[in-house]
Nanobody, 120 residues
Framework: QVQLVESGGGLVQPGGSLRLSCVASGFPFSTYAMRWYRQAPGKERELVAHITGAGRSTSYTDSVKGRFTISRDNARNTVYLQMNSLKPEDTAVYYC?????????????WGQGTQVTVSS
């Protein structure tokens, strides 16, 4: 079955950097787009970044453009989120996501999440 396992979160000071990783299994990784979402306390889950299956196209929510970079290594079934110039408002649980359309119905798959805390 589809499995997504995130890692790399932690506590970092404002202006610092972190790199999140998500290892995928159970599906043909290179043929699926991948996304990173985040959810801060009391807020809805927010799409942060998207990358196509071959990694040729990426997109970002406005608040992270120029600071975050999504990438993937299809040989390692892994998607990354490099986060630079972190701000306190980036504090959230970060989730890896992919989805499949089966019989016209969209099925979302999520990892367990990794906590990112930006604080001095």
């Amino acid at each position: 079955q589809v499995q997504l396992v995130e890692s790399g979160g932690g506590l970092v000071q404002p202006g610092g950097s972190l790199r999140l990783s998500c290892v995928a299994s159970g599906f043909p990784f290179s043929t699926y787009a991948m996304r990173w979402y985040r959810q801060a306390p009391g807020k809805e889950r927010e799409l942060v970044a998207h990358i196509t299956g071959a990694g040729r196209s990426t997109s970002y929510t406005d608040s992270v453009k120029g600071r975050f970079t999504i990438s993937r290594d299809n040989a390692r079934n892994t998607v990354y989120l490099q986060m630079n110039s972190l701000k306190p408002e980036d504090t959230a649980v970060y989730y890896c996501n992919t989805w499949r359309v089966i019989g016209g119905e969209t099925n979302d798959y999520w990892g367990q999440g990794t906590q990112v805390t930006v604080s001095s």
